[in-house]
């Protein structure tokens, strides 16, 4: 494990299909003696149903094979996957998404930044709202939440992503700290 108490894997693709490598990912994670085991769902906002996401993406890694699923909130790169341009069109895509998944017994959390949040989802408190964990981006290379500001009505978080690029073994990873 290098080192690595926890790894957070792709279990969905922003062009809105599940990540066929999440369970194998995983399974070597586990076998490596990584404890804590997340994925993260990219979500495809004109794609696929925000529920029907959440299901398949459940569906394809398997029950217990992870402790939360984090909702990726950033500017979509795939074409006809890309947010609305209606902040509260996209909280209710998010809310829909975060109701599934607790629906069907998964620990929901939600990744952004404070950018992106305010530029995909405006004023939008629908993942505090509904108690999902907060993991956020702010690449400061400093493993704390000292700069943490609050958005989206989160005021304390869960995870920092405070680097980029600290891949090992052919492993492409971002650097997070989770206290």
Known sequence: NNGWSFVIVRSYCSYGAVDSNAPGNLAAAQAGGITYTDIYHFPCYGGVDPSQQISDDFNAVGQGNFGMMWIDIETNPSGGCGWS???????????????????????????????????????????????????????DGNPSFDDFGGFGGWSTPSIKQYGDSVGICGINADADWYP
Do not use: K, P
Not at 91 to 118: K, P, R
């Open 85 to 139: 341009g209606s902040a509260s069109d996209n909280c209710d895509f998010l809310s829909t998404m975060l109701s599934e998944g607790q629906s069907l017994g998964i620990n929901m959390g939600v990744y952004s930044s404070a950018y992106m949040w305010s530029s995909i989802m405006g004023g939008c408190t629908a993942g505090s709202d509904a108690g999902a964990a907060l993991w956020y981006a702010h690449y």
